[in-house]
């Protein structure tokens, strides 16, 4: 391929719109940025249109652009499980972040690991949560750093080698830097504009191409006829009854691991108001809408024959095949971009239990608040270089493979994390031993299957391959079950608990104060 020049220069204009905005941030609602609680969390100011955009761009992803349409034009309705997924994932916010956010407001927590060190008293539980949410998140920047490879080689530089590593490694200095000078207001600020570039979009792609091609009953026939050409097939535009289970499974425990993400949490601890929290919880739904029209362009691909070396190519293909160079340029602006808030999200999350949970609460307890945020902006930056390294230096697959365990390991934290947050029925110890059992199982189910996130097995004639995820998890509740009966049978004391019952619930209703255009408070 050859450099389109229009698309790029395009591309480029974006970027550099969102560069201004990352540097401007610091500027937005300034507070004191040598507080962790200001740098980390925007000092807990976001009212319901940022943190819709914040945490909507957090969780919609350049990667979930990119993958979600490849797995449907690779394996048909069984690409759309992140759809339902997401839509189990907001009634869970809506029960859990809401008792999350108060008691983390009343004690000043920056990470969940923080409630968790307080709600049980143990150093050591923290530490396995801290290292779990920053083990399962570095493949995660990883994978933002593939979807803006994708939206590079679009562009026509080489997928691979200097010509794609040179505009990467500036777009992720240029991220570094207004991350490290603006903290979580710069991903808040510029996630309006990725947000809206992406809207933009995909409303327009689902518009004209299915037209062009003859409209939604020719998209769907075409995709129908080439799964059933495909010996063995490899997939269908109906769901078969041997693909319940995992479909079903893969849904509800990817819900259940959504928001236990640190980056997802860090979001949410930015609103200004717990009611700010339940409202986006009923109101970010509509990106679940807009996630079905994208995982549609998997269907259309087909339908335009697009012939592409690896399913991650379809998207840009598709656009490239079907649009002028302008708007190319500007869809593939929306991909890059889509990378940035994420990317700097969790960076920021990674960062905080680094901060937090590891270098306060083991090297330097004594760690003043300007020394914790300059830990902390420190901690992002090699967050970032070493996701760069991975991405530059490791294949590609290595990346989505760690990615996919990511949501096995985040998921052992549900125990001590959600439960946590309504019982304290578990034994601080039971917990670490619970958490430790359910990690192996799932890693070693996982690795048996080739890193796959799901595990087959029989009973009877039947055979079921639900999600290793949830395995690993009824592993985790089992071994934690039991030891806390038999910690508590052999008179084991229980730390303090530094919670207590009237932390959880709603604080009173904020004094009505003028709000400004976008309903923020003045």
């Known amino acids: 391929m050859k450099i389109d020049p229009v698309a790029t220069v395009v591309f480029a204009g974006f970027f550099a719109l969102v560069t201004v905005l990352g540097f401007f941030a610091a500027r937005w609602r300034r507070g004191d940025l040598a507080q962790l609680d200001e740098w980390g969390l925007g000092g807990r100011r976001f009212g319901v249109a940022v943190s819709w955009f914040l945490i909507g761009g957090d969780l919609y992803t350049a990667y979930t652009l990119i993958a979600v349409p490849a797995a449907v034009y690779g394996l048909g309705a069984a690409g759309f499980f992140a759809v339902p997924y997401t839509i189990l994932a907001y009634p869970i916010m809506f029960a859990i972040m809401p008792r999350l956010w108060n008691v983390s407001k009343r004690h000043g927590f920056v990470t969940p690991a923080d409630f968790v060190r307080a709600r049980y008293g143990s150093n050591g539980l923290a530490l396995a949560i801290a290292f779990t949410g920053i083990l399962a998140t570095l493949p995660y920047i990883a994978l933002q750093l593939v979807g803006m490879q994708v939206a590079i080689a679009a562009l026509g530089f080489h997928s691979s080698g200097l010509g794609a590593d040179v505009p990467l490694v500036v777009a992720f200095v240029i991220l570094a830097a207004y991350t490290y000078t603006s903290g979580l207001r710069a991903p808040a600020m510029i996630a309006f504009v990725k947000d809206a570039m992406i809207y933009i979009v995909v409303l327009v792609a689902i518009a004209v191409i299915p037209a062009r091609l003859g409209g939604f009953g020719a998209v769907f026939a075409a995709a129908q006829a080439h799964f059933a050409s495909t010996v063995p097939p490899t997939g269908a535009v109906i769901l078969g009854p041997k693909a319940y289970w995992s479909y079903a ?75 002028p160079s302008w708007f190319a340029g500007f869809a593939f602006a929306a991909i890059g971009i889509g990378a940035l808030v994420p990317a700097a999200v969790m960076s920021i999350a990674a960062a905080n239990l680094w901060t937090r949970n590891v270098y306060k609460a083991y090297l330097k307890p004594q760690a003043t608040g300007p020394e914790e945020a300059s830990t902390a902006k420190i901690a992002s930056l090699v967050v970032k270089l070493g996701a760069l390294a991975f991405i530059i230096g490791v294949p590609t697959q290595y990346a989505i493979n760690l990615q996919l365990l990511g949501g096995i390991w985040i998921l052992q934290t549900f125990p001590a994390i959600v439960i946590g947050l309504y019982r304290r029925w578990f034994h601080p110890a039971a917990l670490i031993w619970g958490w430790a059992a359910g990690m192996v199982a799932g890693t070693a189910l996982s690795f048996s299957q080739g890193v796959k996130p799901t595990f087959a097995f029989s009973i009877g004639s039947a055979t079921f391959a639900p999600y290793i995820g949830l395995d690993a998890l009824v592993v985790n509740l089992i071994v934690t079950a039991a030891l806390t009966a038999a910690y508590d049978r052999a008179g084991s004391a229980r730390p303090a608990d530094a919670t207590s019952p009237s932390d959880y619930v709603d604080l009173p209703p904020p004094v009505v104060i003028p709000t400004d255009l976008l309903g923020e408070r003045a």
């Open 249 to 323: 499974t893969l849904a509800l425990g990817s819900a259940m691991a959504l928001f236990i993400y640190p980056h997802a949490i860090t979001g949410i601890l930015g609103a200004a108001r717990v009611d700010v929290v339940k409202r986006n919880a009923v109101l970010l739904p509509a990106y679940s809408f807009l996630l079905g029209l994208i995982a549609l362009l998997g269907y259309a691909a087909i339908a335009a024959g697009i012939k592409v070396t690896t399913p991650s190519l379809v998207v840009p293909a598709l656009i490239s095949a079907m649009f």
